[in-house]
Antibody, heavy 117, light 110 residues
Framework: EVQLVESGGGLVKPGGSLRLSCAAS????????MNWVRQAPGKGLEWVSS????????YYADSLKGRFTISRDNAKNSLYLQMNSLRAEDTAVYYC??????????WGQGTLVTVSS | QSALTQPASVSGSPGQSITISCTGT?????????VSWYQHHPDKAPKLMIY???KRPSGISNRFSGSKSGNTASLTISGLQAEDEADYYC??????????FGGGTKLTVL
């Protein structure tokens, strides 16, 4: 059974940092591109970042302005999102997703990040 | 990376058909056949309903169909059922090698 389990969310103060993780099981993690997508309270889905299977191609939403870094460890079947200089507007549920735009799309259940003083 | 434009809400009665539009630009929707549609129920993971404009993943009912004309993509749901009530989002690949979602459409089954 395919499983993507996000962790690392929580409450952080503005300006702080947080590292999200996504543990994959039941799939050959190393052959898939992975993405982070977020949803702020009461708002729509927003694409955050993507990373290719071998980490050769990495892209970010313009709105992040270099504050977030995506990475992966294929040996550990894990995806990461390092978030720095967090702002209130980064408050959201963060989903990791395998190839979300293809027939092999699969999403985790999400982890909540709250940025508040 | 402006969000794609979707109607905020649509509604229909059971058995009817509805269509949700998704308007972008020639740099996203109009430029590539990489438009996806997602169904999202509260507190659940989004579910892919359509990819590559009109393809259905395995297990998705043929009541769901997608199309595109110019810079506007559309999702049509026929034979509306109560369980179709959810938020629907479109997404498109862009000329910057990034992805952009629509603002979302709340579907109400009357």
């Amino acid at each position: 059974e395919v499983q993507l389990v996000e962790s690392g969310g929580g409450l952080v103060k503005p300006g702080g940092s947080l590292r999200l993780s996504c543990a994959a099981s039941g799939i050959t993690f190393s052959i898939y591109s992975m993405n982070w997508v977020r949803q702020a309270p009461g708002k729509g889905l927003e694409w955050v970042s993507s990373i290719s299977s071998s980490s050769n191609h990495i892209y970010y939403a313009d709105s992040l302005k270099g504050r977030f870094t995506i990475s992966r460890d294929n040996a550990k079947n894990s995806l990461y999102l390092q978030m720095n200089s967090l702002r209130a507007e980064d408050t959201a549920v963060y989903y990791c997703a395998r190839d979300p735009w293809s027939s092999s799309s699969y999403w985790g259940q999400g982890t909540l990040v709250t940025v508040s003083s | 990376q402006s969000a794609l434009t979707q109607p905020a809400s649509v509604s229909g009665s059971p058995g009817q058909s509805i269509t949700i539009s998704c308007t972008g630009t020639s740099s996203d929707v109009g430029g590539y056949n990489y438009v996806s549609w997602y169904q999202h129920h509260p507190d659940k993971a989004p579910k892919l309903m359509i990819y590559d404009v009109s393809k259905r993943p395995s297990g998705i009912s043929n009541r769901f169909s997608g199309s595109k004309s110019g810079n506007t993509a559309s999702l049509t749901i026929s034979g509306l059922q109560a369980e179709d009530e959810a938020d629907y989002y479109c997404a498109s690949y862009t000329s910057s090698s990034t992805w952009v979602f629509g603002g979302g459409t709340k579907l109400t089954v009357l």
